[in-house]
T-cell receptor
Framework: KQEVTQIPAALSVPEGENLVLNCSFT??????LQWFRQDPGKGLTSLLL?????REQTSGRLNASLDKSSGRSTLYIAASQPGDSATYLC??????????FGKGTKLTVNP | DAGVTQSPTHLIKTRGQQVTLRCSPK?????VSWYQQALGQGPQFIFQ???????QRGNFPDRFSGHQFPNYSSELNVNALLLGDSALYLC????????????FGPGTRLTVT
């Protein structure tokens, strides 16, 4: 059974800092991995999708890496801004196509 | 492109009642998945519909049922509501012809009293 763990559960940083969010999964037989952002009480916004054959994806100030063999992914946020404050969720998709989520990392960027 | 839409936004029901939630997928998508997100938790997979059939189901009781219509929109029905069914219900759509990336709607907040 696939399990996804995200560390840390919460993170508070000053504006401008570069930061890394971690995601680990127990079954390396994945099809892809997605990082999402969720604002309080809202739906999920897809940030980055990494296919199993890829090592990383970049979008603006965000960079996500994938090491399938070790069951790890990281989301790097450069030059953080208060508007980045949200919960970040990692999800893996196996052959069954359902997404298995971690519990998320709650990020607070202080002005 | 309107993206994934869900209705209603919020809903308050009493224990034992039944509820129906609705989802319209992103244009061009043919697959709809439903997730339940309790407070402080990650979303949990309920089931997935493709070609009007339930293709896969998570660990949820039979009180949870669904339907997909010919236009790919979908409904989630929950019978005999329990207090523990209070959650944010999220709908996601995807296309079998693309990368499998799932796009989520804004969710329906269900409160059972």
């Amino acid at each position: 059974k696939q399990e996804v763990t995200q560390i840390p559960a919460a993170l508070s940083v000053p504006e401008g800092e570069n930061l890394v969010l971690n995601c680990s999964f127990t079954d390396s037989a994945i099809y892809n991995l997605q990082w999402f952002r969720q604002d309080p009480g809202k739906g999920l916004t897809s940030l980055l999708l990494i296919q199993s054959s890829q090592r990383e994806q970049t979008s603006g100030r965000l960079n996500a890496s994938l090491d399938k063999s070790s069951g790890r992914s990281t989301l790097y946020i450069a030059a953080s801004q208060p508007g980045d404050s949200a919960t970040y969720l990692c999800a893996v998709q196996g052959g069954s196509e359902k997404l298995v989520f971690g519990k998320g990392t709650k990020l607070t960027v202080n002005p | 492109d309107a993206g994934v839409t869900q209705s209603p936004t919020h809903l308050i029901k009493t224990r034992g009642q039944q509820v129906t939630l609705r989802c319209s997928p992103k244009s061009g998508h043919d697959t709809v998945s439903w997730y339940q997100q309790a407070l402080g938790q990650g979303p949990q997979f309920i089931f997935q519909y493709y070609e009007e059939e339930e293709r896969q189901r998570g660990n949820f009781p039979d009180r949870f049922s669904g339907h997909q219509f010919p236009n790919y929109s979908s409904e989630l029905n929950v019978n005999a509501l329990l207090l523990g069914d209070s959650a944010l219900y999220l709908c996601a759509s995807s296309s079998t012809k693309s990368s499998g990336e799932q796009y989520f709607g804004p969710g329906t907040r269900l409160t059972v009293t």
